[in-house]
Structures are given as structure tokens and as C-alpha cells.
């Protein structure tokens, strides 16, 4: 059986990228950022490289991705629309380039799927934490809550998105 391994991508500049190996939690990044004059940006190029790592740990896995859909919300000024969606654009490029086939959740969806629709932000990562009792270390704080969403796309993905391919 070929080892599958999974991309779950909460996208912005305090979001992360999480693995599942055959189901369970692998390594976790940190969205990689970089300034650029006055403001930050996800490094595409950061990123791109600690995925090929993963890449080169598990040669001959089966891989594919999950990145969170996002679009501009009433209320958001244009420039930080903008700026939030060039970041998403990178991730999906970096996705492409590596030949890395990858779905897109909506929140809403991938929420309800997983029973937080219209729960509180720190729901998710008590629900990561249940879920994943190993990766305890990587949701401690509040503000891991980029983590969770992460390893919780890479869950919805498999048990979702890969339908006639083992999931977990």
C-alpha cells in the first residue's frame, strides 16, 4: 500500500500548513512570511522548500492538498483583500508548480463537515486537540488556531476528496 500523505493549508499570513502521514499529524509549518517595504507577504519560496522536504522524507507517497477558499469579506478594505488574496494565489502556485494535486474548502463546508459551523475560533483547536492527541505540543496556545485549521483541511480533504483512494 503506497504511504499517502496530505497538505492541509490555512492560507494568510497567521495561517500554517499541516501534514497527515497515512492519517496522522506529520510536521507543521508556520505560514512562512516575508517583508516586502511596508508590509508582510507569504513566502512562496520558504514554502515551496519545506514542502519538497516532506516531500524528499517520503519518497514514492502518494500526496495531495487541501487549501482553505478564501475570499473578501464585507468590510474588508481593498488593499488588504488584495494583499490577503495574492498570498492565496502564491500558496496555489507553489501547489502547482510542485504537481501537487489539491482541493479547496470552503469554510463553511469543511466547518460543518467537522461540526464547528458557528462555534468560537478556539473550537477548532480543542476539536484538533481531541483529534489528534499527538500533536498536543503544536496547539498549546490560543493562537494555534492557523494549526488546527490546517490539520483539520488535511482531514476533511482525506475523508471528503480522495474517495476510491484509502482515507482515514
Not at 33 to 38: A, K, P, S, T
Not at 77 to 86: K, M, Y
Not at 123 to 139: E, G, I, M, N, T
Request: one cysteine or more; charged letters at 20%; a positive charge.
Amino acid at each position: 500500500m503506497t504511504l499517502r500523505v496530505t497538505f492541509g493549508i490555512d492560507p494568510g499570513l497567521s495561517g500554517a500548513v499541516a501534514t497527515l502521514v497515512d492519517g496522522e499529524p506529520g510536521p507543521v509549518l508556520d505560514m512562512p512570511v516575508v517583508q516586502v517595504g511596508d508590509w508582510r507577504e507569504v513566502d512562496a519560496a520558504a514554502l515551496a522548500a519545506w514542502i519538497r522536504g516532506v516531500r524528499a522524507q517520503h519518497p514514492g507517497a502518494d500526496f495531495s492538498a487541501c487549501v482553505e477558499k478564501v475570499s473578501a469579506r464585507p468590510g474588508d478594505g481593498g488593499t488588504s483583500a488584495f494583499r490577503f488574496g495574492e498570498g492565496y494565489g502564491q500558496i496555489k502556485a507553489v501547489l502547482g508548480v510542485l504537481g501537487i494535486p489539491y482541493s479547496r474548502a470552503i469554510p463553511a463546508v469543511w466547518k460543518r463537515h467537522m461540526g464547528l459551523l458557528g462555534t468560537e475560533k478556539d473550537a477548532a483547536r480543542q476539536l484538533a486537540l481531541v483529534r489528534f492527541p499527538d500533536a498536543a505540543h503544536l496547539l498549546q496556545r490560543k493562537k494555534d488556531n492557523g494549526r488546527a485549521d490546517a490539520l483539520l483541511l488535511a482531514l476533511w480533504h482525506e475523508n471528503t476528496q480522495l474517495q476510491g483512494r484509502a482515507a482515514a
